[in-house]
């Protein structure tokens, strides 16, 4: 890969990501309580739950988009309490946002190309006189752009505007632009929301791809369980902000809490249900834009 791009996850089995009694309030609402959990490198975890269960507050205290009320976060060994969002991504976390975060008015191109520029740091000089450095450096990360959008299966759509686009590419294009960070952990809220079943078949390939190529390390938060098991080894279950269940698969499709938690019934978990909170047109509705 290059310079910018992630160049692996280092160390095999290193602990990127630990929090440890993790709990975050909302005035008297407890969204997530006493969560303790761990990721090495190379892992691909799932974080299921019902609707409302903590998962995308779990993903936002990690990011540094909440601050924690109780507990410690640690990335890649360090004490992460307290460290802004863009800290965070520099430590080699990157995410996609359960409701789609793209710059609507720009190109999809434009929008990985901002995943580079994160990071960029040329003086005003550089900035007013374009000097050759920044030419190359802007050469290079267009090319860098135009890549990631051939692996996400977006090269062809590298020049419409991020807005007009699909629900699913614009999903794709989110990755694309996390990839662009260079992270070593890659986490995905809702990565399959409101794409058709074949859509999601080829996201789980793209996913599974890029998770070689960049040595990614994975934490992927989704509803549709086909999904998720086909794509985790290890899955984490959050059902009223507590960690109810830990384990593969097979052993979360058959463990009783988890059962009650999202039926209420003793049946196995099906591998699609609507109940579950799969992709439907609400999915499509809670899309925004933040730019
Ligand atoms: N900023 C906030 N202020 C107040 N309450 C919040 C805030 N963010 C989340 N919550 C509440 O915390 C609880 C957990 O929400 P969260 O979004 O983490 O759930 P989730 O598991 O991601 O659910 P879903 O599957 O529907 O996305 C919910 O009751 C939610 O209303
Ligand atoms: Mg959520």
């Known amino acids: 890969m290059t310079e910018h791009v992630a160049a692996g996850f280092g160390r095999p089995g290193e602990r990127l990501l630990e929090l440890t009694g993790v709990t975050k309030r909302f005035g008297g609402l407890t969204a997530v309580s006493d969560v303790s959990l761990a990721l090495d490198a190379g892992e691909v975890v799932g974080l299921i739950g019902p609707n409302g269960a903590g998962k995308t507050t779990v993903f936002n205290l990690v990011t540094g988009v909440y601050q924690l009320t109780e507990g410690a976060i640690r990335v890649t060994g360090r004490a992460a309490a307290g460290l802004t969002p863009d800290r965070i991504t520099a430590l080699g976390i990157a995410r996609t946002f359960q409701n789609i975060r793209l710059f609507r008015e720009m190109s999809a191109l434009d929008n990985v190309r901002v995943g580079f520029n994160l990071s960029n740091n040329y003086g005003v000089f550089a900035g007013l006189f374009r000097t050759r450095k920044m030419r190359e450096r802007e050469a290079f990360v267009e090319a860098e752009a135009m890549k990631l959008l051939h692996t996400m299966g977006l090269g062809d759509l590298a020049h419409e505007k991020a807005g007009g686009l699909a629900y699913g590419p614009q999903r794709r294009l989110e990755i694309a632009r996390a990839l662009a960070t260079g992270p070593r952990l890659l986490i995905l809220d809702e990565p399959a929301a409101g794409m058709n079943p074949q859509e999601k078949d080829e996201l789980a390939k793209m996913i599974g791809e890029i998770r070689?190529?960049?040595?990614?390390?994975?934490?992927?938060?989704?509803?549709?369980?086909?999904?998720?098991?086909?794509?985790?080894?290890?899955?984490?279950?959050?059902?009223?902000?507590?960690?109810?269940?830990?384990?593969?698969?097979?052993?979360?499709?058959?463990?009783?809490?988890?059962?009650?938690?999202?039926?209420?019934?003793?049946?196995?978990?099906?591998?699609?249900?609507?109940?579950?909170?799969?992709?439907?047109?609400s999915d499509a509705s809670r899309a925004e834009v933040a730019s």
């Open 212 to 281: 070689r190529s960049f040595g990614l390390t994975l934490l992927v938060i989704e509803h549709d369980m086909k999904f998720v098991m086909g794509l985790c080894e290890r899955i984490i279950v959050l059902d009223y902000g507590r960690v109810i269940a830990r384990g593969t698969p097979d052993e979360i499709r058959r463990d009783p809490a988890v059962i009650a938690a999202y039926l209420g019934a003793d049946e196995p978990v099906p591998e699609s249900a609507p109940e579950l909170g799969q992709a439907s047109a």
